[in-house]
């Protein structure tokens, strides 16, 4: 398996119960995106572990796992603040869907005059919408990721947005 064939998917935040659970955040389209997992990976230097899923809940904005092997709190505990990864293959995207980690480096092009305003090299996400940040010739810009804004995505092409003046400048 390579890097690529894993994706970030959300981070453990704290046990859940004494019988091993965790709470999780979810860093996907939603909580049960998440949830939905069999199985979830976890970074341990350069090989990710993998954890069966035997059971999953949503509470509130988190997913509670329970994984198979994983029963006692001591345990759970060595996996707060870690980052939770799922194989590309366990997603279902639909058509027109992609992973954010894919849109990293694509060139950020004028919808109307195909200027290339830069690369994305960052995707900030602060609640309401994500907010891109393109490396241009002039530093880093930002640009919220809105229909207003961004009009194509393109994953050969490039990223295809009509900006306001000066946004990028």
């Not at 027109?96 to 994305?120: H, M, P, R, S, W």
């Not at 809105?146 to 092409?157: A, G, H, M, N, W």
């Amino acid at each position: 398996m390579s890097v690529k064939d894993y994706i970030e998917c959300g981070k453990i935040v704290n046990t859940h119960g004494c019988r091993g659970g965790v709470k999780a955040e979810s860093w996907c389209n939603s909580e049960e995106d998440l949830a939905e997992l069999k199985r979830v990976f976890v970074l341990n230097g350069n090989v990710y572990d993998e954890y069966k899923v035997k059971k999953s809940s949503i509470f509130k904005q988190f997913v509670i796992f329970e994984f198979v092997g994983l029963d006692d709190m001591d345990k759970a505990m060595l996996l707060k603040n870690k980052t939770l990864y799922a194989m590309r293959e366990d997603f279902a995207l639909e058509d027109g869907e992609f992973f954010l980690a894919d849109l990293i480096d694509l060139n950020v092009i004028d919808a109307d005059t195909n200027q290339i305003y830069g690369t994305l090299c960052e995707i900030i996400n602060r609640g309401a919408s994500d907010i891109y940040v393109v490396k241009t010739a002039n530093g880093e810009r930002m640009i919220p990721a809105v229909d207003e804004f961004i009009i194509s995505t393109d994953l050969e092409k490039g990223i295809f947005v009509r900006p306001i003046e000066g946004m990028l400048d």
